[in-house]
Nanobody, 124 residues
Framework: QVQLVESGGGLVQPGGSLRLSCAASGSRLDYYAIAWFRQAPGKEREGVAC????????NYADSVKGRFTISRDNAKNTAYLQMNSLKREDTAIYYC?????????????????WGQGTQVTVST
């Protein structure tokens, strides 16, 4: 069973950048596809990006395409989410999750293991 810990969140101005990290322990990260989700106050949790176990296949929500990049370093047992050109509407708690697949539609129920989340706030 894998444990996931996110880091790298914080306060950033609109147009700025952040890189989130998702460190895995208890299991090899390359056993799992990895996804990033976010949840804003009063809204449902939504899938942002996902990446396959070893082939590098990625998928993104339309709202972040061209601005966010998901990656992974299996040797370091860590996945990343590089977020550029941040907007106020990107403000949310960001979670990483591990599961068997990295589909085009990133759905909560497809992922078995979750981190505790990291807060991202985009504001002046």
């Amino acid at each position: 069973q894998v444990q996931l810990v996110e880091s790298g969140g914080g306060l950033v101005q609109p147009g700025g950048s952040l890189r989130l990290s998702c460190a895995a322990s208890g299991s090899r990260l390359d056993y799992y596809a990895i996804a990033w989700f976010r949840q804003a106050p009063g809204k449902e949790r939504e899938g942002v990006a996902c990446i396959g176990k070893t082939d590098g296949t990625t998928n993104y929500a339309d709202s972040v395409k061209g601005r966010f990049t998901i990656s992974r370093d299996n040797a370091k047992n860590t996945a990343y989410l590089q977020m550029n050109s941040l907007k106020r509407e990107d403000t949310a708690i960001y979670y990483c999750a591990a599961g068997p697949i990295a589909p085009k539609t990133i759905l909560v129920h497809l992922y078995d293991y979750w981190g505790q989340g990291t807060q991202v706030t985009v504001s002046t």
